[in-house]
Protein backbone atom coordinates (compact mmCIF):
# COMPACT_ATOMS: atom_id res chain seq x y z
CA UNK A 1 0.00 0.00 0.00
CA UNK A 2 2.62 2.46 1.18
CA UNK A 3 4.54 1.60 -2.62
CA UNK A 4 1.77 2.40 -4.70
CA UNK A 5 0.88 5.86 -2.31
CA UNK A 6 4.75 6.50 -3.31
CA UNK A 7 4.29 5.49 -7.18
CA UNK A 8 1.37 8.10 -7.12
CA UNK A 9 2.54 11.07 -5.42
CA UNK A 10 5.75 10.22 -7.83
CA UNK A 11 3.58 10.28 -11.06
CA UNK A 12 1.78 13.78 -9.49
CA UNK A 13 4.91 15.31 -9.16
CA UNK A 14 6.13 13.98 -12.97
CA UNK A 15 2.69 14.98 -14.35
CA UNK A 16 2.65 18.78 -12.17
CA UNK A 17 6.43 19.65 -14.07
CA UNK A 18 5.13 18.57 -17.38
CA UNK A 19 2.44 21.26 -16.75
CA UNK A 20 4.81 23.73 -15.76
CA UNK A 21 6.80 23.26 -18.58
CA UNK A 22 3.98 23.22 -21.39
CA UNK A 23 2.22 26.05 -19.73
CA UNK A 24 4.67 29.05 -21.54
CA UNK A 25 3.98 32.04 -22.84
CA UNK A 26 4.01 32.34 -26.39
CA UNK A 27 6.71 34.42 -26.41
CA UNK A 28 8.74 31.64 -25.64
CA UNK A 29 7.99 29.89 -29.24
CA UNK A 30 10.86 28.70 -31.55
CA UNK A 31 8.35 28.00 -34.73
CA UNK A 32 5.16 27.24 -35.69
CA UNK A 33 2.98 26.60 -38.48
CA UNK A 34 0.36 24.31 -40.32
CA UNK A 35 -0.61 22.34 -43.46
CA UNK A 36 -3.81 23.25 -45.64
CA UNK A 37 -5.38 20.67 -48.06
CA UNK A 38 -7.19 22.20 -50.67
CA UNK A 39 -6.49 22.54 -54.29
CA UNK A 40 -2.87 21.74 -53.61
CA UNK A 41 -0.83 20.70 -50.43
CA UNK A 42 0.45 23.71 -48.23
CA UNK A 43 2.42 23.33 -45.34
CA UNK A 44 2.89 27.29 -43.92
CA UNK A 45 6.48 27.80 -41.60
CA UNK A 46 8.19 30.08 -39.56
CA UNK A 47 10.87 29.51 -37.55
CA UNK A 48 11.57 32.94 -36.56
CA UNK A 49 12.86 34.40 -39.74
CA UNK A 50 9.98 35.42 -41.31
CA UNK A 51 6.78 33.12 -42.97
CA UNK A 52 7.37 30.83 -45.61
CA UNK A 53 4.69 28.74 -47.62
CA UNK A 54 5.79 24.95 -49.15
CA UNK A 55 3.71 23.46 -51.62
CA UNK A 56 3.82 19.88 -52.07
CA UNK A 57 4.68 18.98 -55.69
CA UNK A 58 2.88 15.44 -56.67
CA UNK A 59 5.40 14.62 -58.84
CA UNK A 60 8.40 14.41 -56.63
CA UNK A 61 6.44 14.02 -53.35
CA UNK A 62 8.31 16.78 -51.94
CA UNK A 63 7.27 20.58 -50.56
CA UNK A 64 8.93 23.07 -52.44
CA UNK A 65 9.17 26.48 -51.20
CA UNK A 66 6.78 29.05 -53.34
CA UNK A 67 6.27 32.06 -51.54
CA UNK A 68 8.93 33.16 -48.83
CA UNK A 69 8.97 35.89 -46.48
CA UNK A 70 4.77 36.96 -46.28
CA UNK A 71 3.86 40.18 -45.12
CA UNK A 72 0.36 40.41 -44.69
CA UNK A 73 -1.26 44.19 -45.38
CA UNK A 74 -1.40 46.96 -42.65
CA UNK A 75 -5.22 46.98 -43.52
CA UNK A 76 -7.98 44.95 -44.98
CA UNK A 77 -11.67 45.02 -45.66
CA UNK A 78 -12.29 41.18 -45.05
CA UNK A 79 -13.61 40.56 -41.71
CA UNK A 80 -14.09 36.69 -41.00
CA UNK A 81 -16.55 36.12 -38.00
CA UNK A 82 -19.35 33.93 -36.93
CA UNK A 83 -21.85 36.25 -36.89
CA UNK A 84 -24.74 33.43 -36.38
CA UNK A 85 -23.71 34.47 -32.71
CA UNK A 86 -24.51 38.34 -32.91
CA UNK A 87 -27.32 38.17 -30.33
CA UNK A 88 -24.94 36.39 -27.87
CA UNK A 89 -22.23 39.39 -28.22
CA UNK A 90 -21.76 41.90 -25.93
CA UNK A 91 -23.08 45.68 -26.66
CA UNK A 92 -18.96 47.27 -28.12
CA UNK A 93 -18.50 43.79 -30.43
CA UNK A 94 -22.34 44.67 -32.00
CA UNK A 95 -21.18 47.93 -32.66
CA UNK A 96 -18.29 47.02 -33.92
CA UNK A 97 -19.64 44.99 -36.32
CA UNK A 98 -22.57 47.33 -36.98
CA UNK A 99 -19.53 49.85 -37.84
CA UNK A 100 -17.99 47.43 -40.16
CA UNK A 101 -21.29 47.17 -42.08
CA UNK A 102 -21.66 50.48 -42.77
CA UNK A 103 -20.35 51.73 -46.39
CA UNK A 104 -19.77 54.88 -45.29
CA UNK A 105 -18.31 57.98 -47.44
CA UNK A 106 -16.53 55.36 -49.41
CA UNK A 107 -20.01 53.13 -50.26
CA UNK A 108 -17.81 50.24 -49.87
CA UNK A 109 -18.55 48.80 -46.63
CA UNK A 110 -16.35 45.66 -45.18
CA UNK A 111 -16.53 42.14 -46.90
CA UNK A 112 -17.76 38.81 -44.67
CA UNK A 113 -15.67 35.83 -45.37
CA UNK A 114 -16.09 32.68 -43.04
CA UNK A 115 -15.62 29.47 -43.78
CA UNK A 116 -15.78 28.05 -40.52
CA UNK A 117 -12.48 26.69 -40.46
CA UNK A 118 -9.26 28.62 -38.42
CA UNK A 119 -6.70 27.30 -40.35
CA UNK A 120 -8.44 28.18 -44.15
CA UNK A 121 -9.87 31.66 -42.55
CA UNK A 122 -6.23 32.36 -41.34
CA UNK A 123 -4.52 31.82 -44.32
CA UNK A 124 -6.94 34.00 -46.57
CA UNK A 125 -6.22 36.87 -44.01
CA UNK A 126 -2.59 36.04 -43.59
CA UNK A 127 -2.96 36.79 -47.83
CA UNK A 128 -5.76 39.31 -48.55
CA UNK A 129 -5.17 41.37 -44.58
CA UNK A 130 -8.26 42.50 -42.68
CA UNK A 131 -8.95 40.26 -39.59
CA UNK A 132 -10.58 37.15 -37.88
CA UNK A 133 -11.96 36.35 -34.40
CA UNK A 134 -13.72 33.86 -32.50
CA UNK A 135 -14.82 35.57 -29.79
CA UNK A 136 -15.79 35.77 -26.49
CA UNK A 137 -19.61 35.57 -26.20
CA UNK A 138 -22.56 34.51 -23.54
CA UNK A 139 -22.51 31.05 -23.95
CA UNK A 140 -18.63 30.86 -24.50
CA UNK A 141 -17.08 33.00 -21.72
CA UNK A 142 -13.33 32.93 -23.46
CA UNK A 143 -14.32 32.15 -26.77
CA UNK A 144 -13.98 28.22 -27.90
CA UNK A 145 -9.97 28.26 -29.25
CA UNK A 146 -7.08 26.97 -26.87
CA UNK A 147 -4.37 29.41 -25.80
CA UNK A 148 -1.38 26.96 -26.13
CA UNK A 149 -2.09 24.90 -29.38
CA UNK A 150 -4.05 27.44 -31.60
CA UNK A 151 -4.20 30.91 -30.60
CA UNK A 152 -0.40 31.09 -29.90
CA UNK A 153 0.69 29.52 -32.76
CA UNK A 154 -1.74 31.43 -34.74
CA UNK A 155 -0.22 34.58 -33.46
CA UNK A 156 3.31 33.96 -33.52
CA UNK A 157 2.49 33.52 -37.38
CA UNK A 158 0.94 36.59 -38.08
CA UNK A 159 3.63 38.62 -36.20
CA UNK A 160 6.23 37.30 -38.38
CA UNK A 161 4.46 38.12 -40.78
CA UNK A 162 3.86 41.72 -39.67
CA UNK A 163 0.12 41.35 -38.63
CA UNK A 164 -1.08 41.20 -34.59
CA UNK A 165 -2.49 38.84 -32.63
CA UNK A 166 -5.02 39.89 -29.19
CA UNK A 167 -7.53 38.76 -27.21
CA UNK A 168 -9.48 42.28 -27.52
CA UNK A 169 -7.46 43.42 -24.99
CA UNK A 170 -3.44 42.00 -24.92
CA UNK A 171 -1.12 40.46 -27.56
CA UNK A 172 -1.56 37.07 -27.07
CA UNK A 173 1.58 36.06 -27.04
CA UNK A 174 1.83 38.05 -23.80
CA UNK A 175 -0.42 35.85 -22.18
CA UNK A 176 0.67 33.34 -19.58
CA UNK A 177 -1.37 29.98 -19.46
CA UNK A 178 -2.67 28.98 -16.61
CA UNK A 179 -4.03 25.33 -17.87
CA UNK A 180 -2.97 23.37 -20.29
CA UNK A 181 -6.93 23.27 -22.50
CA UNK A 182 -7.61 27.30 -21.36
CA UNK A 183 -9.03 29.00 -23.93
CA UNK A 184 -9.28 32.56 -24.87
CA UNK A 185 -10.65 34.83 -27.47
CA UNK A 186 -8.69 35.26 -30.66
CA UNK A 187 -8.23 38.55 -33.00
CA UNK A 188 -5.96 38.25 -35.60
CA UNK A 189 -4.92 39.97 -39.07
CA UNK A 190 -3.85 42.94 -40.09
CA UNK A 191 -2.31 45.34 -37.34
CA UNK A 192 -4.60 48.50 -37.92
CA UNK A 193 -7.84 45.89 -37.99
CA UNK A 194 -6.90 44.33 -34.63
CA UNK A 195 -5.99 47.52 -33.71
CA UNK A 196 -9.33 49.52 -34.72
CA UNK A 197 -11.18 46.32 -32.60
CA UNK A 198 -9.28 47.21 -29.28
CA UNK A 199 -10.55 50.79 -29.42
CA UNK A 200 -14.28 49.33 -29.58
CA UNK A 201 -13.29 47.08 -26.65
CA UNK A 202 -11.32 49.17 -24.61
Same mark, same amino acid.
Given at each position: ?22 ? +??? /? /??? @?? !? ?15 ? #????? *? ?11 ? &? ?12 ? /????? +? ?5 ? $? ?10 ? *? !????? @? ?6 ? #? ?7 ? !? #? ?18 ? &? ?9 ? @? !?? $? ?12 ? *? ?13 ? &? ?9
Amino acid at each position: MEFDQNVKMQLDSVEQKCIINVC +QPG /N /NLL @AA !GYCMYSSSIIFVLSIGT #GVYVF *TLDPMYGEFVLTQ &EKIQIPKSGKIYSF /NEGNY +QLWDDKL $KKYMDDLKDPGP *T !GKPYS @ARYIGSLV #GDFHRTLLY !G #GIYGYLRDKKSKNGKLRLLY &ECAHMSYLVEQ @A !GG $KGSDGHQRVLDIQP *TEIHQRVPLYIGSVE &EVEKLEKYLS
